[in-house]
T-cell receptor, first 114, second 109 residues
Framework: ETGVTQTPRHLVMGMTNKKSLKCEQH?????MYWYKQSAKKPLELMFV???????ENNSVPSRFSPECPNSSHLFLHLHTLQPEDSALYLC?????????????FGPGTRLTVL | GQNIDQPTEMTATEGAIVQINCTYQ??????LFWYQQHAGEAPTFLSY??LDGLEEKGRFSSFLSRSKGYSYLLLKELQMKDSASYLC??????????WGAGTKLIIKP
């Protein structure tokens, strides 16, 4: 247990569906992250929130829409996804963005797009 | 462009020592991290190096040479539970983490 939880753990969806991934951190951190992890590829940073404000958006398609209602919760809203979006989606948090402290990861959501 | 290189897969024997290398080319350097990730689980933090030299933490040690753009993770007295992927990540001048693809370590009895 890292103090970061994610739901659901597994998700199968069609290309026309709309779903949301949820992340919650119980560590009192100020920064939260969404990553995409595909097989044999480096972690891809998707979004960064610091103190509930989005500070980075690394050219992610608009079919992915993040939401950070407070410093403990982070959502990733999904719509009209493509099969190539199938991957493990990891949420992480850290005390500050860019500090020397490590990031704490949730267990991830394994997403399959049919 | 920015790049982190590490071997895709390594195999070692229980009780032995293994060294996992990581080389990087990034725009600036503000620290290097090693994470461990078991299959189907979250990555967990192992070590952080920002100055040259060796950091030791129990059976695991991490080394950094900033002039060579090189780091390694040394695992001693290998146990079966050390079978996992090991991820190298560098924080660049914008304080963004650049990740390697990970090294899958297989431990054999």
């Amino acid at each position: 247990e890292t103090g970061v939880t994610q739901t659901p753990r597994h998700l199968v969806m069609g290309m026309t569906n709309k779903k949301s991934l949820k992340c919650e951190q119980h560590l009192g951190h100020n920064a939260m992250y969404w990553y995409k992890q595909s097989a044999k590829k480096p972690l891809e940073l998707m979004f960064v929130y610091s103190l509930e404000e989005r500070v980075e958006n690394n050219s992610v398609p608009s079919r992915f829409s993040p939401e950070c209602p407070n410093s403990s919760h982070l959502f990733l809203h999904l719509h009209t996804l493509q099969p190539e979006d199938s991957a493990l989606y990891l949420c992480a948090s850290s005390q500050e963005r860019g500090g020397a402290e490590e990031q704490f990861f949730g267990p991830g959501t394994r997403l399959t797009v049919l | 462009g920015q790049n982190i290189d590490q071997p895709t897969e390594m195999t070692a024997t229980e009780g032995a020592i293994v060294q996992i290398n990581c080389t990087y080319q990034t725009s600036g350097f503000n620290g290097l991290f090693w994470y461990q990730q078991h299959a189907g689980e979250a990555p967990t933090f192992l070590s952080y190096n920002v100055l040259d030299g060796l950091e030791e933490k129990g059976r695991f040690s991490s080394f950094l040479s900033r002039s060579k753009g090189y780091s390694y993770l040394l695992l001693k007295e290998l146990q079966m539970k050390d079978s996992a992927s090991y991820l190298c990540a560098v924080r660049d001048s914008n304080y963004q983490l650049i990740w390697g693809a990970g090294t899958k370590l297989i431990i054999k009895p």
